[in-house]
T-cell receptor, first 117, second 110 residues
Framework: GAVVSQHPSWVICKSGTSVKIECRSL??????MFWYRQFPKQSLMLMAT?????????EQGVEKDKFLINHASLTLSTLTVTSAHPEDSSFYIC?????????????FGPGTRLTVL | GESVGLHLPTLSVQEGDNSIINCAYS??????FIWYKQESGKGPQFIID?????DKRQGQRVTVLLNKTVKHLSLQIAATQPGDSAVYFC?????????FGTGTRLLVSP
């Protein structure tokens, strides 16, 4: 397996403020990480691919200026929700792909619950 | 468009029974599938995976079956336990991008 952490685990903020969420791969390096969003009782939706050393790749319909992604190192990616609004309230989850001999899957962080008042 | 979906939104079983969770996928080019378990308020947890060159793979108490002819995937859980209660997602992956199904909630009664 793999260990992926996220910080914070939950955050409450006022509308209009920005929130940064960190995703760390604790036991191996990753040039790529993924960010997902999950609304209550729904499936996970891929938001963007975080690439170390280059710009993130955003999925269709995801505003890159609103969801800023920085792949600061081979073990850290951050997602900043800028000028957050109540509709941004969601569960944000990152994942790290682990591609080694005999293994090719993604391991997920514990998620960050964002509530925008 | 491409999608991965599930037939049953909720499955209720008794402790000790075997559970079967189904998933249909539409992209015949998909070559790698994963089952994840997600407990409330947590991130998805890897359960088992299978590649398209296989039709069955077994893990500890879990078995994944792949039928490429009808594009169907299933997860079998043997001797289901209360701790198995969660939402289960199937996902297909192409070029590392995961496409998740809608999820099935498994409820295990003692």
């Amino acid at each position: 397996g793999a260990v992926v952490s996220q910080h914070p685990s939950w955050v409450i903020c006022k509308s209009g403020t920005s929130v940064k969420i960190e995703c760390r791969s604790l036991d191996f390096q990753a040039t790529t990480m993924f960010w997902y969003r999950q609304f209550p009782k729904q499936s996970l939706m891929l938001m963007a691919t975080s690439n170390e050393g280059s710009k993130a790749t955003y999925e269709q319909g995801v505003e890159k200026d609103k969801f800023l992604i920085n792949h600061a190192s081979l073990t850290l990616s951050t997602l900043t929700v800028t000028s957050a609004h109540p509709e941004d309230s969601s569960f944000y989850i990152c994942s790290v792909p682990k591609i080694l001999a005999g293994e090719d899957t993604q391991y997920f962080g514990p998620g960050t619950r964002l509530t925008v008042l | 468009g491409e999608s991965v979906g599930l037939h049953l939104p909720t499955l209720s079983v008794q402790e000790g029974d075997n559970s079967i969770i189904n998933c249909a996928y539409s992209n015949s080019a998909s070559d790698y599938f994963i089952w994840y378990k997600q407990e409330s308020g947590k991130g998805p947890q890897f359960i088992i995976d299978i590649r398209s060159n296989m039709d069955k793979r077994q893990g500890q108490r879990v078995t994944v079956l792949l039928n490429k002819t009808v594009k169907h995937l299933s997860l079998q859980i043997a001797a289901t336990q209360p701790g198995d209660s969660a939402v289960y997602f199937c996902a297909e992956t192409g070029f590392q991008k995961l496409v998740f199904g809608t999820g099935t909630r498994l409820l295990v009664s003692p």
